[in-house]
């Protein structure tokens, strides 16, 4: 993640030093890969150090990351130790050494749902259920067993309950609104086809090119033709910068969440029309 952050800052401090043009914006787009990838190793790492495992009255609550599993004491099966799974932990999801959220199977379990920070069997505990085995890693897997255990055989759940309460938790909301990827993969294309638009048109464009024009069609300002990757750097720097704002304020303001993200594309569609009447 440092790595990364200074990868990022490196790249920034070289764009600015350059004049406008390729080179700068190059740097630029490095610079944002870059921050985006620490953004999400960031994310990942404050997962890392903020999975709960929490016993609640009627069931064991996993919490990582704002998606939350459900397991009621009534629908446990069997606790078992981490070397019941019979192989190294295989997961489809993040699958970091030491670090396993995700889904497999096993020949000895069947589906595994996996939330731990280690990848030493012996400091797992599953957990069997009708639908699944939930592999967990506590501070303390012999302390976490016995108040498991007491729990199970304390609970007095009625079994028609069951069915409800194993259905697996959807994901947040923000990542199951359509809205998001939608709109998102939209202003990406639009500013991709910006940048495509530029590059095709970039032998062909004289050292000075109109920059601006007046009411009646007449340039009035006129700059070097590197100038020209202003309009998209602009436009990717709302882009980022709305959707940050949007997940932001997606748990109390969805509608301006969804208004933030669909001005972006607005906005990405104003500056392909802006280049290409530049460079037209």
Known sequence: MLLLSLAALASVLFAIRQPVGFAMFLGLLVGLICGGLGLILLIFTYGYFALRYRFEQRALVIRWLGREEVVPYRAVDGIFAGSRLGQAMRVRGLNWPGYHVGIGRTRAMGLVRYYTTTSDLGDV????????????????????????????????????????????????????????????????????????????????????????????????????????????????????????????????ERAAARMLWASALVVELLVLIATARILH
């Open 125 to 252: 505990a599953l957990i069997v259920t009708p639908s699944a085995t939930y592999a967990l890693s506590p501070a303390d897997v012999e302390g976490f067993r016995r108040e498991l255990i007491r729990h199970v055989e304390d609970s007095d759940q009625p079994t028609e309950t069951l069915d409800d309460e194993l259905a697996v938790p959807p994901l947040p909301p923000v990542l199951r609104d359509l809205s998001l990827p939608a709109l998102l993969f939209g202003s990406l294309a639009l500013l991709a086809i910006c940048l495509g638009y530029v590059w095709l048109k970039w032998d062909g464009l004289p050292d000075t090119i109109p920059l601006h024009f007046a009411a009646d069609g007449t340039p009035n300002m006129f700059g070097p033709r590197e100038d020209v990757f202003r309009i998209p750097a602009v436009g990717a720097s709302i882009l980022v910068g709305n959707l940050g704002l949007g997940l932001a304020l997606y748990a109390r």
